[in-house]
């Protein structure tokens, strides 16, 4: 069984950074996407960032085009995602989600606060 755990959110200013992780583990095979989503209070849960298994192609939600960034350690089957000049629309929970022979895993979340 596929398990997947977010770690990295916490609470910070505006203007400021953070760094998520998402390890994955359980499957045999390799994780052909990997991306993070994110739900904000009374929101639906929306697309953040995904990054292919190359990790040379990666596709953004415009609203954080040029601020976020997701990379992967395929050896380490983790993904990460930096996110700089934090605004106070970023906040929200933050779920990993991974794929794997069709099956789709996710993980619990992470809160990320970003105060005015």
């Known amino acids: 069984q596929v398990q997947v755990v977010e770690s990295g959110g916490g609470l910070v200013q505006a203007g400021g950074s953070l760094r998520l992780s998402c390890a994955a583990s359980g499957s045999f095979f390799s994780f052909n996407f990997m991306g993070w989503y994110r739900q904000a209070p009374g929101k639906q849960r929306e697309f953040v960032a995904a990054?292919?298994?190359?990790?040379?192609?990666?596709n953004y939600a415009d609203s954080v085009k040029g601020r976020f960034t997701i990379s992967r350690d395929n050896a380490k089957n983790t993904v990460y995602l930096q996110m700089n000049s934090l605004k106070p629309e970023d906040t929200a929970v933050y779920y990993c989600t991974v794929e794997t022979r069709g099956i789709r895993s996710w993980g619990q979340g992470t809160q990320v606060t970003v105060s005015s």
């Open positions: 990054v292919a298994r190359s990790g040379g192609s990666a």
